[in-house]
């Protein structure tokens, strides 16, 4: 989507939304943005025929690609492959009845959309030949008329039937007199309608040449009578007289397709070349975008925003937005536009300084490089200020003031006392003393003498950005790392966060009561209200963390500006959301879209805005300066109306009805939804929540769709609300009912079928049971044997380690002690039996350390269990011929002591399986330790076994100890092996 920004700027803002209500006032100046949308933005097609906005909210399109229905961010199309009842996808004309219905006028075939019903087919022919209408009229009794090729149908309980025109003088004093009836231009006649009757009225063969295409009283009930014609322009019958408008007169063609009026009462003349609307004395045509010969309109109408849509023949469609901002750029007169410093003079000028390009002078509606940039050194302008004895001071790299912009003034320097440093902030206390905010901290000018603050005197950094003077005389000065006060010359840091480094602070805003706010760069709002602070950021609505501008507008609003765009904030909720007694802020925004030539403000310089005595605030910006008329600013946005769109169950469509009935076996429901806001529809938010299972909303953000699957049987309430830029969330969402259809086994009578059964198969049941328990204590006994079978045989492994290991180590210690004792007197052999008896003790050593370690191991007792574990497969991969590879993550404290041997020795016998049984190449251990989770993986690619097959693998010993541990554990152990393909065992245990 493409907008461009039309300003016409020759002289002061016009008050009021209304484009032509601006106009008739004769200004030329007026502010609006234009949207573009074409097949790119999704259109089917890019002939809009007619436009037409329902009572709903939506706006409707007439295409030669079908039916469109718009929400401001989706289009929706209805077309011979989704619409049964229509034959043709070239719809001409579109129309809103009084009950709901809208009507579609197609090539083949008229067509009836009831509220919430199936669409119907009307054909309407003459002479065997079908026909469109080409004018749609309902009167006061909801009775519906139709022109159809120079005939006139009226609406009938069996359709539509071809009425006869009566020329009846009786007849026509009645219809005059009916204030029910409706009129019918047809051909060069006027036609009035009375109950089920047609008259005519008039007959302007002689003022026309043409066909009369549309009609319109205006205003209603004046006796000033408009006509509309296809070649001779518009004729007016006022006061017993015609007059012609042509394109002399002010029209936009003399080809007129039809007459509109908006919501100001306004009236709007269509024709092919263009809009023109009446000033109540001739035509004012209206040009919402450059010329352009291949634009045609074919159509206009109005929405509740007070936005126009315009129709075009081969170029989509057009929104036309009044806006409160224009900006000030290259076109009124700026060359260098990056704006820092704004400052309105006394006599109205506006004095503008640029990023090295000097000063602007801003007087009626243009833009002049001032003289007084002669006379500079330099023309980085950072600060301008205009003193109360009319004294103008220029901050660049250089102090200056003068008098008169004319003249060169005084340039201060080391002999004042102010060194050259960058000046980025100017400001006047009420004493008349001058305080000037530069890079190397803060100078006052009294007496003609320069006095430093800096931060050998307290200042939190010497970079200095804003000042205010507060109501008791203290200068408040902001430096881009910190707040200070200074006070009867003494700095004072004031803290406006606990951690971290302080805050650039760039703006500040003092209410009546004292209550100072502070903008920052990246910080947010801060409220300094006695010593205590609040902060408010984005999170709880603030439209951007940098705030480098702070402007009340009088009204009870303040306007910021950021690196995002200008945005205002109601003071009541601010206050609301620093007190505590709300959580959030709505924030109205204003950017590009809104005619803003770019959105970033530039800040960190003072003075930084100002807003004028017509309530028009200029801000600084990247690219020229915004202006922004709070006086036409109303009222923050009322939250958008909420529409449920589209209903989907797996493949199907579902009607869109208050309420949907599903089969659980198909539970699955998607559903659409949108929010009918046209301004700013890229900025809605939704949130959806669904009673009876969401305990709270779900935030969609933008999303327009929710997903459910596989809701269980029940009934539930979807609700749907959206907020828009700068409203609250909608009080009143959308919402339907969805029931889940139980299956027949979850219904009331098949309960009490089952429970009688239940009833019947007791005694069996209980037998059933019992055999089962006693089916599970005979596996349990089997188990418990097999347990003390395996313990019996580790004790019988340890009692042959004691005596064919450490009993022979200590028998042969014996036999050397005694053969030494028996041969004292030879030293040299008593030595060798010593020496001898030394082996067999460290062997004896050894073995008992062995033992010990199967019984408990040492690096579990001293070093914990990651050390245990990486001591076993350290071990492993030193003392087997396989490829080891292991990861463990710290464990240490994660267990119990106890829990610990049984989980180090689950990872032991699944690696002793490996050892003995899996023939594997290549192995790993892998323990992974999260939150509150310890899983552990042991891998081979062995010969791996069947585990549902292989009865003696699955239920070895090996494993249900392995099992029966984990389950003391309070975990899972799941074995995955396949034959020829290895073996994985997954232990999962919760902490």
Same mark, same amino acid.
């Not at 005939?151 to 004093?173: C, I, K, P």
């Given at each position: 989507?493409?907008?461009?920004? /039309?300003?016409?700027?020759?002289?002061?803002?016009?008050?009021?939304?209304?484009?032509?209500?601006?106009?008739?006032?004769?200004?030329?100046?007026?502010?609006?943005?234009?949207?573009?949308?074409?097949?790119?933005?999704?259109?089917?097609?890019?002939?809009?025929?007619?436009?037409?906005?329902? @009572?709903?909210?939506?706006?409707?399109?007439?295409?030669?690609?079908?039916?469109?229905?718009?929400?401001?961010?989706?289009?929706?199309?209805?077309?011979?492959?989704?619409?049964?009842?229509?034959?043709?996808?070239?719809?001409?004309?579109?129309?809103?009845?009084?009950?709901?219905?809208?009507?579609?006028?197609?090539?083949?075939?008229?067509?009836?959309?009831?509220?919430?019903?199936?669409?119907?087919?009307?054909?309407?022919?003459? *002479?065997?030949?079908?026909?469109?209408?080409?004018?749609?009229?309902?009167?006061?009794?909801?009775?519906?008329?139709?022109?159809?090729?120079?005939?006139?149908?009226?609406?009938?309980?069996?359709?539509?039937?071809?009425?006869?025109?009566?020329?009846?003088?009786?007849?026509?004093?009645?219809?005059?007199?009916?204030?029910?009836?409706?009129? /019918?231009?047809?051909?060069?006649?006027?036609?009035?309608?009375?109950?089920?009757?047609?008259?005519?009225?008039?007959?302007?063969?002689?003022?026309?040449?043409?066909?009369?295409?549309?009609?319109?009283?205006?205003?209603?009930?004046?006796?000033?009578?408009?006509?509309?014609?296809?070649?001779?322009?518009?004729?007016?019958?006022?006061?017993?007289?015609?007059?012609?408008?042509?394109?002399?007169?002010? +029209?936009?063609?003399?080809?007129?397709?039809?007459?509109?009026?908006?919501?100001?009462?306004?009236?709007?003349?269509?024709?092919?070349?263009?809009?023109?609307?009446?000033? #109540?004395?001739?035509?004012?045509?209206?040009?919402?975008?450059?010329?352009?010969?291949?634009?045609?309109?074919?159509?206009?109408?109005?929405?509740?925003?007070?936005?126009?849509?315009?129709?075009?023949?081969?170029?989509?469609?057009? %929104?036309?937005?009044?806006?409160?901002?224009?900006?000030?750029?290259?076109?009124?007169?700026?060359?260098?536009?990056?704006?820092?410093?704004?400052?309105?003079?006394?006599?109205?000028?506006?004095?503008?300084?640029?990023?090295?390009?000097?000063?602007?002078?801003?007087?009626?509606?243009?833009?002049?490089?001032?003289?007084?940039?002669?006379?500079?050194?330099?023309?980085?302008?950072?600060?301008?200020?205009?003193?109360?004895?009319?004294?103008?001071?220029?901050?660049?790299?250089?102090?200056?003031?003068?008098?008169?912009?004319?003249?060169?003034?005084?340039?201060?320097?080391?002999? !004042?006392?102010?060194?050259?440093?960058?000046?980025?902030?100017?400001?006047? =206390?009420?004493?008349?003393?001058?305080?000037?905010?530069?890079?190397?901290?803060?100078?006052?000018?009294?007496?003609?003498?320069?006095?430093?603050?800096?931060?050998?005197? #307290?200042?939190?950094?010497?970079?200095?950005?804003?000042?205010?003077?507060?109501? %008791?005389?203290?200068?408040?000065?902001?430096?881009?790392?910190?707040?200070?006060?200074?006070? %009867?010359?003494?700095?004072?840091?004031?803290?406006?966060?606990?951690?971290?480094?302080?805050?650039?602070?760039?703006?500040?805003? !003092?209410?009546?009561?004292?209550?100072?706010?502070?903008?920052?760069?990246?910080?947010?709002?801060?409220?300094?209200?006695?010593?205590?602070?609040?902060?408010?950021?984005?999170?709880?609505?603030?439209?951007?963390?940098?705030?480098?501008?702070?402007?009340?507008?009088?009204?009870?609003?303040?306007?910021?500006?950021?690196?995002?765009?200008?945005?205002?904030?109601?003071?009541?909720?601010?206050?609301?959301?620093?007190?505590?007694?709300?959580?959030?802020?709505?924030?109205?925004?204003?950017?590009?879209?809104?005619?803003?030539?770019?959105?970033?403000?530039?800040?960190?310089?003072?003075?930084?805005?100002?807003?004028?005595?017509?309530? +028009?605030?200029?801000?600084?910006?990247?690219?020229?300066?915004?202006?922004?008329?709070?006086?036409?600013?109303?009222?923050?946005?009322?939250?958008?109306?909420?529409?449920?769109?589209?209903?989907?169950?797996?493949?199907?469509?579902?009607?869109?009805?208050?309420?949907?009935?599903?089969?659980?076996?198909?539970?699955?429901?998607?559903?659409?939804?949108?929010?009918?806001?046209?301004?700013?529809?890229?900025?809605?938010?939704?949130?959806?929540?669904?009673?009876?299972?969401?305990?709270?909303?779900?935030?969609?953000?933008?999303?327009?769709?929710?997903?459910?699957?596989?809701?269980?049987?029940?009934?539930?309430?979807?609700?749907?609300?959206?907020?828009?830029?700068?409203?609250?969330?909608?009080?009143?969402?959308?919402?339907?009912?969805?029931?889940?259809?139980?299956?027949?086994?979850?219904?009331?009578?098949?309960?009490?079928?089952?429970?009688?059964?239940?009833?019947?198969?007791?005694?069996?049941?209980?037998?059933?049971?019992?055999?089962?328990?006693?089916?599970?204590?005979?596996?349990?006994?089997?188990?418990? !044997?097999?347990?003390?079978?395996?313990?019996?045989?580790?004790?019988?492994?340890?009692?042959?380690?004691?005596?064919?290991?450490?009993?022979?180590?200590?028998?042969?210690?014996?036999?050397?002690?005694?053969?030494?004792?028996?041969?004292?007197?030879?030293?040299?052999?008593?030595?060798?039996?010593?020496?001898?008896?030394?082996?067999?003790?460290?062997?004896?050593?050894? *073995?008992?350390?062995?033992?010990?370690?199967?019984?408990?191991?040492?690096?579990?007792?001293?070093?914990?269990?990651?050390?245990?574990? !990486?001591?076993?497969?350290? @071990?492993?991969?030193?003392?087997?011929?396989? =490829?080891?590879?292991?990861?463990? @993550?710290?464990? *240490?404290?994660?267990?119990?002591?106890? *829990?610990?041997?049984?989980?180090?020795?689950?990872?032991?016998?699944?690696?002793?399986?490996?050892?003995?049984?899996?023939?594997?190449?290549?192995?790993?251990?892998?323990?992974?330790?999260?939150?509150?989770?310890?899983?552990?993986?042991?891998?081979? =690619?062995?010969?791996?076994?069947?585990?549902?097959? =292989?009865?003696?693998?699955?239920?070895?010993?090996?494993?249900?100890?392995?099992?029966?541990?984990?389950?003391?554990?309070?975990?899972?152990?799941? /074995?995955?092996?396949?034959?020829?393909?290895?073996?994985?065992?997954?232990?999962?245990?919760?902490?």
């Amino acid at each position: 989507m493409k907008y461009v920004l /039309i300003a016409c700027m020759a002289g002061a803002f016009i008050v009021g939304w209304s484009i032509p209500a601006v106009f008739g006032q004769g200004a030329a100046a007026n502010t609006y943005v234009v949207a573009h949308r074409t097949m790119q933005d999704g259109l089917p097609q890019s002939s809009v025929n007619d436009l037409l906005h329902t @009572d709903d909210g939506f706006l409707w399109l007439a295409t030669f690609g079908g039916l469109v229905r718009y929400d401001g961010a989706t289009f929706t199309t209805f077309d011979r492959s989704n619409t049964p009842c229509m034959r043709s996808d070239r719809v001409l004309l579109l129309y809103g009845a009084q009950n709901g219905t809208l009507w579609a006028s197609t090539e083949d075939g008229f067509l009836e959309f009831p509220p919430g019903g199936d669409c119907r087919l009307h054909v309407l022919t003459l *002479d065997g030949q079908v026909y469109a209408p080409m004018r749609i009229l309902e009167d006061r009794t909801g009775r519906m008329w139709l022109s159809v090729n120079g005939h006139v149908f009226m609406r009938s309980a069996g359709g539509f039937e071809q009425m006869e025109v009566s020329d009846d003088a009786a007849l026509r004093r009645a219809a005059l007199a009916d204030t029910n009836g409706v009129w /019918i231009s047809h051909m060069k006649e006027l036609l009035r309608t009375h109950g089920t009757q047609v008259v005519r009225v008039l007959d302007l063969s002689e003022q026309v040449n043409e066909f009369i295409v549309d009609f319109r009283e205006h205003p209603a009930g004046s006796g000033s009578y408009f006509f509309a014609t296809s070649g001779d322009g518009v004729l007016l019958y006022r006061n017993g007289g015609y007059t012609r408008f042509g394109t002399a007169q002010g +029209l936009a063609s003399r080809y007129t397709w039809k007459f509109e009026n908006d919501r100001s009462g306004t009236l709007w003349a269509v024709s092919y070349d263009g809009l023109s609307w009446w000033n #109540g004395t001739g035509f004012t045509r209206f040009d919402p975008v450059e010329s352009n010969a291949d634009l045609q309109i074919t159509s206009l109408t109005e929405d509740e925003e007070g936005h126009l849509w315009i129709g075009t023949t081969n170029q989509g469609f057009i %929104q036309v937005r009044p806006t409160i901002v224009r900006s000030i750029t290259r076109e009124q007169g700026i060359t260098r536009d990056q704006m820092l410093s704004l400052t309105r003079l006394r006599d109205g000028t506006g004095l503008f300084s640029t990023n090295c390009g000097g000063l602007y002078e801003w007087r009626n509606g243009r833009a002049t490089a001032s003289t007084f940039n002669r006379y500079m050194a330099n023309l980085c302008v950072w600060s301008v200020f205009q003193d109360s004895k009319n004294r103008i001071w220029v901050g660049s790299r250089l102090l200056y003031v003068t008098e008169d912009l004319n003249r060169p003034g005084h340039r201060f320097g080391e002999a !004042e006392g102010l060194p050259e440093t960058d000046v980025f902030a100017i400001t006047e =206390d009420r004493e008349g003393r001058m305080w000037i905010g530069t890079f190397l901290g803060v100078f006052r000018y009294e007496n003609g003498r320069f006095d430093r603050f800096s931060m050998d005197d #307290g200042l939190s950094y010497n970079d200095t950005r804003a000042f205010h003077e507060d109501r %008791q005389g203290r200068m408040w000065v902001g430096t881009s790392a910190g707040l200070n006060v200074i006070e %009867q010359d003494r700095v004072r840091q004031i803290p406006l966060t606990r951690e971290g480094p302080q805050p650039y602070v760039r703006s500040f805003h !003092e209410e009546p009561d004292g209550t100072l706010w502070v903008g920052t760069y990246g910080n947010g709002l801060f409220r300094i209200r006695g010593e205590a602070v609040v902060n408010i950021r984005r999170s709880q609505g603030l439209f951007d963390d940098i705030v480098s501008h702070l402007i009340p507008d009088g009204v009870g609003y303040l306007w910021m500006g950021s690196n995002r765009g200008i945005a205002r904030v109601a003071m009541d909720e601010l206050h609301a959301v620093a007190d505590g007694t709300a959580t959030e802020l709505r924030a109205q925004s204003f950017a590009t879209a809104d005619g803003m030539a770019v959105a970033e403000t530039n800040g960190g310089f003072q003075p930084n805005a100002y807003i004028d005595p017509q309530g +028009l605030i200029h801000f600084p910006t990247v690219r020229g300066v915004a202006v922004v008329d709070t006086r036409r600013a109303g009222d923050l946005p009322q939250p958008p109306p909420v529409r449920i769109t589209r209903l989907v169950s797996g493949q199907d469509e579902l009607p869109l009805t208050a309420g949907i009935s599903l089969p659980y076996t198909r539970a699955f429901l998607e559903i659409h939804y949108a929010a009918l806001a046209f301004r700013d529809a890229d900025q809605v938010r939704f949130r959806y929540m669904l009673e009876g299972i969401d305990a709270g909303w779900h935030d969609a953000g933008d999303r327009r769709s929710a997903l459910f699957t596989r809701l269980p049987p029940g009934t539930y309430t979807f609700l749907v609300s959206a907020k828009s830029n700068g409203s609250t969330w909608n009080p009143e969402p959308a919402r339907f009912s969805i029931t889940v259809v139980p299956p027949f086994w979850q219904t009331i009578g098949f309960r009490l079928l089952v429970f009688a059964a239940l009833l019947a198969a007791g005694f069996t049941t209980y037998t059933i049971r019992v055999r089962a328990l006693t089916k599970a204590n005979e596996l349990q006994r089997k188990f418990t !044997e097999q347990v003390i079978a395996g313990q019996e045989q580790e004790r019988r492994r340890i009692a042959s380690d004691l005596h064919d290991g450490l009993g022979q180590q200590i028998m042969v210690i014996k036999n050397r002690a005694e053969a030494a004792k028996n041969d004292l007197s030879n030293p040299d052999a008593t030595g060798r039996q010593l020496d001898a008896i030394l082996d067999s003790a460290m062997d004896s050593i050894r *073995d008992v350390r062995t033992i010990s370690h199967n019984l408990r191991p040492m690096h579990l007792e001293k070093f914990g269990l990651t050390e245990a574990l !990486e001591s076993m497969c350290d @071990d492993l991969r030193r003392t087997t011929t396989l =490829d080891w590879s292991h990861h463990i @993550d710290p464990l *240490d404290g994660v267990l119990t002591p106890n *829990d610990e041997i049984h989980f180090y020795r689950v990872i032991q016998e699944a690696t002793r399986n490996i050892l003995k049984h899996a023939r594997a190449g290549s192995a790993s251990v892998m323990v992974r330790r999260t939150a509150n989770r310890v899983e552990a993986t042991i891998w081979d =690619d062995g010969v791996g076994f069947e585990p549902g097959r =292989d009865h003696e693998a699955s239920t070895g010993l090996g494993f249900t100890g392995m099992r029966e541990r984990v389950g003391y554990l309070g975990g899972s152990l799941d /074995i995955r092996s396949t034959p020829g393909e290895g073996t994985t065992l997954r232990i999962l245990l919760t902490t």
